[in-house]
T-cell receptor, first 110, second 113 residues
Framework: EDQVTQSPEALRLQEGESSSLNCSYT??????LFWYRQDPGKGPEFLFT???AGEEKEKERLKATLTKKESFLHITAPKPEDSATYLC???????????FGTGTRLQVTL | KAGVTQTPRYLIKTRGQQVTLSCSPI?????VSWYQQTPGQGLQFLFE???????NKGNFPGRFSGRQFSNSRSEMNVSTLELGDSALYLC????????????FGPGTRLTVT
């Protein structure tokens, strides 16, 4: 059964304090690994797609990386506006449905 | 370019009733997927529609159904509502079936009392 696990469940950082979020996956024939950001009361906002081990993508203070078993979302010098829940999701090779992890709630304080 | 829209945004229903939720995808997108989000289970896949046909289905009971129209708009129906159906229902659109980048709407918050 396809499974995605995210850690930690919650993370509190001070502004400027860099850290990483982890997403480990067990998916048959991974076709893609996705990162989304979700603010309270809103739908998930697409951030990145990664397709193969070793791939990296960056957007502002965020960088996503992928290995054969896990993905990391690195947050460099975060700001309070980066506070949100970050979700990762995997797409198996057999179907175009996203299997989501339960997310990491990130809070960045001044 | 307008994003994915969902109506209504909020809904309160009583156990045993049925409900219909609507989703309009991004213009030009032909695939629509539905997800249920709850605090305990997170985001779970319900089904995907493309070209008016259900292409994939998650592990939900038959009370959950959907359809897609020729203009790609989609509706989701839940019959005989249960308290456990209270959730945020999210719709996501993508260009084609199998296109991985899915863009989500704001969701419909359903409360069953």
């Amino acid at each position: 059964e396809d499974q995605v696990t995210q850690s930690p469940e919650a993370l509190r950082l001070q502004e400027g304090e860099s850290s990483s979020l982890n997403c480990s996956y067990t998916v048959s024939g991974l076709r893609g690994l996705f990162w989304y950001r979700q603010d309270p009361g809103k739908g998930p906002e697409f951030l990145f797609t990664l397709y193969s081990a070793g791939e990296e993508k960056e957007k502002e203070r965020l960088k996503a990386t992928l290995t054969k078993k896990e993905s990391f979302l690195h947050i460099t010098a975060p700001k309070p506006e980066d506070s949100a829940t970050y979700l990762c999701a995997a797409v198996p090779g057999t179907a175009s449905k996203l299997t989501f992890g339960t997310g990491t709630r990130l809070q960045v304080t001044l | 370019k307008a994003g994915v829209t969902q109506t209504p945004r909020y809904l309160i229903k009583t156990r045993g009733q049925q409900v219909t939720l609507s989703c309009s995808p991004i213009s030009g997108h032909r695939s629509v997927s539905w997800y249920q989000q709850t605090p305990g289970q997170g985001l779970q896949f319900l089904f995907e529609y493309f070209s008016e046909t259900q292409r994939n289905k998650g592990n939900f009971p038959g009370r959950f159904s959907g359809r897609q129209f020729s203009n790609s708009r989609s509706e989701m129906n839940v019959s005989t509502l249960e308290l456990g159906d209270s959730a945020l229902y999210l719709c996501a659109s993508s260009l084609f079936q199998g296109t991985d980048e899915q863009y989500f709407g704001p969701g419909t918050r359903l409360t069953v009392t």
